[in-house]
T-cell receptor
Framework: KQEVTQIPAALSVPEGENLVLNCSFT??????LQWFRQDPGKGLTSLLL?????REQTSGRLNASLDKSSGRSTLYIAASQPGDSATYLC???????????FGEGTQLTVNP | DGGITQSPKYLFRKEGQNVTLSCEQN?????MYWYRQDPGQGLRLIYYSQIVNDFQKGDIAEGYSVSREKKESFPLTVTSAQKNPTAFYLCASSMKGDAAYEQYFGPGTRLTVT
């Protein structure tokens, strides 16, 4: 059974800092990996989707990497801003279909 | 604007009552999903539907029921058999019911049962 872990559970940084969020998964046979952002009391917004054949995916100040063999993905946020404050979740689909297994998320606070 | 709508945003019910949560999408997506989110836990899949008139149980389907009579709509009924119904419920959709396609989420419904 796939298990997804995100460390740390919470992170507080000053504005402008570069930071890394971690996601690990126990079964490396994943189809892809998706990173989401969730603001308090809101739904999820898709940030990046990395295919299993890719090593990296970039969108603006966000860069996600994927190392399937070690069962890890990182989300790098450059020059963090207070508007980046949210919970970040990663999710992987089971190889045979579209059902996603989610991590518990990292709650990020960027202080002005 | 294309997107997913969920209504209502907040819902309050007495224990023992069934309640139906609405989810509508105008993205022309084939697949739709219902998740439950509890504090400190990741999202858990309740039901999903890959095509109209077809749906499958997810990991925590007990006490829930769904229907998929129209492509745009995937309502979720929380029955009195669900032991701990108070939670944040999220609906999602994807173009196809395949892992290659991103899932897009609605704003959620917070259900409180007392």
């Amino acid at each position: 059974k796939q298990e997804v872990t995100q460390i740390p559970a919470a992170l507080s940084v000053p504005e402008g800092e570069n930071l890394v969020l971690n996601c690990s998964f126990t079964d490396s046979a994943i189809y892809n990996l998706q990173w989401f952002r969730q603001d308090p009391g809101k739904g999820l917004t898709s940030l990046l989707l990395i295919q299993s054949s890719q090593r990296e995916q970039t969108s603006g100040r966000l860069n996600a990497s994927l190392d399937k063999s070690s069962g890890r993905s990182t989300l790098y946020i450059a020059a963090s801003q207070p508007g980046d404050s949210a919970t970040y979740l990663c999710a992987v689909p089971k190889t045979s279909g579209s059902r996603l297994t989610f991590g518990e998320g990292t709650q990020l606070t960027v202080n002005p | 604007d294309g997107g997913i709508t969920q209504s209502p945003k907040y819902l309050f019910r007495k224990e023992g009552q069934n309640v139906t949560l609405s989810c509508e999408q105008n993205l022309n997506h084939d697949a739709m999903y219902w998740y439950r989110q509890d504090p400190g836990q990741g999202l858990r899949l309740i039901y999903y539907s890959q095509i109209v008139n077809d749906f499958q149980k997810g990991d925590i389907a007990e006490g829930y029921s769904v229907s998929r009579e129209k492509k745009e709509s995937f309502p979720l009924t929380v029955t009195s058999a669900q032991k701990n119904p108070t939670a944040f419920y999220l609906c999602a959709s994807s173009m196809k019911g395949d892992a290659a396609y991103e899932q897009y989420f609605g704003p959620g419904t917070r259900l409180t049962v007392t």
